[in-house]
């Protein structure tokens, strides 16, 4: 069914907070309080009734500027403390309802937008005493800015803490003082890195740039801004900082010369050109290095109006929204009263790959996992691998050993399945064959607890059909992982005909809790990642019988925004287990589903892929990067039926209106629930570009109609070029997708 409803923005999760700050209140306000925590030091206490984080809406920012009406006016008051009254939670950040609502509002009211933010939080340094953000957990976006205007900023020092401008993510950048303020506090080059990779920083590395003053304990935060506001009180140091602060950045043209080349160099390499803001907000900066901070903040606000409500910024709210909702999702209809079963202990069955990925993916949150497999060899090797994995450390880029220490007692390896017994999910991961899944099950099942799940990792054949034969069906259901596992964020749950709703609800919340994104999808040949996958990997191999060339489609999926090309993700995939997907969709849809006769060519050969090290390209060279291949070449020949020149746009249509057919005959089927789980699961399963927004939020902004337009000249190709019931009714009644 097509989503009649707006999804709601993420808020951090947070509860009521106890600190010292128990003065006398002066005015309660809906999400804004003012208290004195000592006679000369006024609090302002952000906690939003019913909220699990602050935000900041017109409202509260309107609450806001009628206290520092009334602060600004004090000639007694030594400091200003500006708090949250939810723990781990400082602000995260503006509305993005509104932001939402506001996209069509001409650039000049962006400006206006941006000037009357920058206006309210500048007054934080203006003040006639010293202002301290006391920040404890979540602190972002409008957040972090309001806290950049405080003279000093002291955070907590614990592991939820978190400073950052993730505007970038949204196709903008910081709008209220973010890129004129920060450059002056932490410097020029700190500030470009924050703002342009919209990456937060911890505790300590904000007091080692110069970020925040000091890190405390979380049940210190409040006592030591007070201490510092006694300091600064005493010093005067924050009045100097203020003169500083509002003037040019004090830098050679040389240094800025070569931050600037630098800096997009990067930025070019890691956006492919795709996102905007990062270069819009690196040229800000470097622009306004010059100038005093009202004339920076002029330059910021006036970026900002290219940025808001563009293309890009809209595709990323959306993604955003789909993942927030995401969040919230059950799993099942709204109406359903479901409580999720507990999952304490997990078993994976299978050592390869997969069954790795997923163990550590459980091991890292703490969840003992049995690994079994048939082969000790191949057991011995799982178990190491897992422990490597979950003992990764970052910073010496290699295992750490507490870490080791930590995880190891949570894996056991064995050959016998009758260990998995006492777990509470036993998720089959072995090779893609239905007949030996069946027999696997028939062993495990009588070994199982009553209320055990049992679960399959299978990426293509049909969990009803694996089900035959249980004794209990309702627990039994799909939970399909994507490669790699550490990774890939996307985990679809299938419900076969018999899955119980509170079997879905349980593995959806098993999903959550180790980080992934579930989405429910009916059962049915490839699921949904994979029946809309194979369609456009297909016509790719079609494609080069028809005289394209590997480089130019592949090119053409790049240029698109794909993080590889089809081909190439051919050969990461596996070109065996590509031709066995395909005739399993061969099987289900013989009318519109094509056979490319290389890939049986490829591999009769013995050219599987990345791992056998050659397919459509070699990988026989140190960094195993795809690279032609002249003995590919001889292969193909003979397959090649016509030459033709295809351009870009040519390649790109072939690529992805069948992807765009296919969901919408998964949609007219009920695979999924909503359109929204398509083009989070195409995002988060495949790497379809964040920047379009999905594959059917893009289909909407071109219309059904220029779609239909579009399939006219592959009308020839026959029924997998053929539009669907929903696509003709949507051109006909001006019906989108998201409505």
């Given at each position: 069914?097509?989503n ?6 993420a808020?951090?999760p ?5 600190s ?12 804004i ?6 006679d000369?030091i006024a609090?302002?206490?952000?906690d939003?009734?019913?909220?699990g984080?602050?935000?900041l809406s ?5 609450e806001?500027d009628?206290?520092l ?23 995260a950040?503006?509305d ?19 000037r009357?933010?920058?206006?309210l939080?500048?007054r934080?340094?203006k ?6 953000a006391a920040?404890g ?14 003279d000093?900023r002291i ?10 401008f ?7 950048m910081?709008?209220?003082?973010g ?24 505790a ?9 003053t ?19 009180q ?8 203020r ?8 830098i050679?043209e040389?240094?800025l ?13 890691k ?9 819009t907000a690196?040229?800000?900066m ?7 901070i009202?004339?920076a ?14 293309p ?19 799993g099942?209809a709204?109406?359903?009263?479901v ?7 997990i ?5 390869g ?11 890292r949150?703490?969840?003992?996992a049995?690994?079994?497999d048939?082969?000790a060899?191949?057991?011995a ?15 010496i880029?290699?295992a ?8 190891a ?9 009758s260990?998995?017994a ?10 893609e064959r ?14 199982l ?5 049992l ?17 209990r069906?309702d ?10 596992v ?10 076969g005909?018999q ?26 040949p ?12 297909s ?9 394209a060339s ?20 051919f ?5 065996d ?5 395909g ?7 013989p009318?519109?589903?094509?056979e ?12 599987l892929?990345?791992?056998s090290?050659l397919g459509?390209?070699?990988?026989q ?11 590919f ?18 390649l790109?249509?072939r ?6 057919l ?7 089927e009920g ?7 398509v ?8 790497g379809?570009p ?10 909407d902004?071109?219309?059904a ?8 000249p ?6 997998r070029?053929q ?16 409505q």
């Amino acid at each position: 069914m097509r989503n009649n409803g707006a999804p709601a923005p993420a808020l951090a999760p947070g509860c009521p907070h106890l600190s010292p700050f128990h003065g006398h209140d002066i005015m309660a306000a809906a999400t804004i309080t003012l208290s004195f925590p000592e006679d000369d030091i006024a609090a302002l206490t952000l906690d939003m009734p019913d909220k699990g984080a602050n935000i900041l809406s017109t409202p509260v920012l309107e609450e806001l500027d009628a206290h520092l009406k009334t602060l600004e006016t004090r000639k007694d008051l030594a400091g200003l403390i500006i708090r949250s009254g939810k723990p781990n939670m400082f602000i995260a950040g503006a509305d993005l309802r509104e932001f939402a609502a506001s996209l069509d509002i001409e650039a000049e009211e962006t400006v206006a937008m941006c000037r009357r933010g920058q206006t309210l939080f500048q007054r934080l340094s203006k003040t006639p005493f010293v202002t301290v953000a006391a920040i404890g957990g979540i602190c972002l976006g409008g957040g972090a800015e309001l806290a950049i205007w405080c003279d000093r900023r002291i955070l907590s020092n614990d592991d939820k803490t978190q400073f950052g401008f993730p505007e970038v993510k949204l196709g903008l950048m910081p709008g209220w003082g973010g890129t004129a303020r920060t450059p002056r506090i932490v410097g020029l080059s700190n500030a470009v890195e924050m703002v342009t990779s919209g990456e937060s920083v911890d505790a300590a590395t904000a007091v080692k740039m110069g970020l925040a003053t000091q890190a405390v304990a979380a049940d210190d935060l409040d006592a030591a801004a007070i201490r510092l506001v006694r300091a600064e009180q005493q010093s005067g140091e924050y009045r100097e900082d203020r003169q500083t602060y509002d003037a040019p950045i004090e830098i050679s043209e040389i240094e800025l010369m070569f931050l600037g080349a630098t800096a997009s160099g990067y930025i070019q390499q890691k956006t492919d050109g795709n996102y905007p803001a990062p270069i819009t907000a690196l040229e800000t900066m470097l622009g306004a290095a010059g100038v005093d901070i009202d004339a920076a903040c002029q330059m910021e606000a006036e970026a900002m109006g290219g940025l808001f409500g563009s293309p890009v910024n809209r595709a990323l709210l959306n993604v955003f929204f789909l993942t927030d909702r995401n969040k919230k999702d059950t799993g099942l209809a709204a109406t359903a009263e479901v409580t999720p079963g507990e999952i304490n202990s997990i078993a994976v069955v299978g050592a390869g790959i997969m069954g790795q990925g997923i163990t550590a993916a459980a091991v890292r949150r703490k969840i003992p996992a049995t690994i079994t497999d048939l082969s000790a060899e191949a057991l011995a090797v799982g178990v190491q691998k897992v422990l490597e994995e979950v003992s990764y450390n970052k910073k010496i880029k290699g295992a750490d050993v507490e870490r080791s220490v930590e995880y190891a007692p949570l894996i056991n390896g064995t050959t016998s399945p009758s260990e998995t017994a006492a777990c509470d999910l036993v998720i089959e991961a072995v090779v893609e064959r239905e007949d030996i899944k069946k027999q696997l099950y028939a062993e495990l099942e009588p070994l199982l607890a009553p209320e055990a799940i049992l679960a399959s990792n299978t990426s293509t054949i049909p969990i009803t059909r694996l089900a035959e034969g249980l004794k209990r069906p309702d627990r039994f259901a799909g939970l399909h992982f994507f490669n790699p596992v550490r990774k890939m964020p996307l985990v679809e749950v299938i419900r076969g005909e018999q899955t119980s709703d509170e079997t879905v609800a349980t593995l959806v919340a098993y999903a959550k809790r180790i980080g992934k994104s579930p989405i429910v999808v009916a059962d049915g040949p490839g699921f949904l990642v994979n029946r809309l996958l194979l369609p456009y990997m297909s016509e790719a191999a079609q494609l080069l019988t028809e005289g394209a060339s590997a480089k130019a489609i592949d090119r053409a999926a790049k240029k698109f925004g794909m993080p590889m090309g089809p081909l190439n993700l051919f050969d990461v995939v596996g070109l065996d287990t590509a031709l066995y997907a395909g005739a399993v969709m061969k099987e289900a849809f013989p009318e519109r589903v094509i056979e490319p006769a290389i890939l049986p060519a490829l591999v009769e050969a013995g050219r599987l892929g990345v791992k056998s090290g050659l397919g459509f390209y070699s990988y026989q060279n140190k960094k195993k990067r795809p690279q032609p291949d002249p003995e590919f070449d001889k292969l193909l020949a003979p397959l090649v039926t016509e030459e033709n020149d295809f351009n870009n746009a040519d390649l790109r249509s072939r690529l992805f209106l069948p992807m765009l057919l296919e969901a919408t005959r998964a949609l007219e089927e009920g695979i999924v629930r909503d359109v929204r789980d398509v083009d989070l699961a195409l995002i988060f399963g495949i790497g379809y570009p964040p920047f379009k927004g999905g594959l059917l939020f893009g289909s909407d902004v071109l219309g059904a109609e220029r779609i239909l337009e579009m399939l006219k000249p592959f009308e020839d190709l026959g029924p997998r070029y053929q539009p669907t019931e929903m696509l003709l009714n949507m051109a006909q009644t001006g019906e989108k997708f998201y409505q």
